[in-house]
């Protein structure tokens, strides 16, 4: 259980640091003329695909590796108690 509340505790630091970012750039009384780039390049189906769709597909490779790896560390550990 207290590992749960590790990770919960790190995911909620860092929403909080995202919306302590996000207010302090909103607050900013200087424009940032890249922005509407960024904006304008996201509604694109290829920038939708890189910035969203393969950084999903990478962390979903690597947690499944990470389970893989657990489940051969228990099978592992079970044949061992057995014998």
């Keep these: ?3 749960f509340k590790r990770i919960a505790s790190r995911i909620l630091t860092s929403l ?16 940032v003329p890249y922005a509407g780039y960024l904006v304008a390049g996201m509604q694109t189906s290829y920038s939708l695909l890189a910035m969203v769709v393969i950084p999903a597909i990478v962390i ?6 990470r389970i893989i790896k657990e489940v051969k560390r228990l099978k592992n550990e079970n044949v061992q108690n057995i014998i």
């Design 1 to 3: 259980m207290n590992k």
């Design 16 to 31: 909080l640091i995202a919306l302590a970012v996000i207010l302090i750039v909103s607050m900013l009384p200087i424009p």
């Design 60 to 65: 979903i490779f690597d947690q499944a590796s």
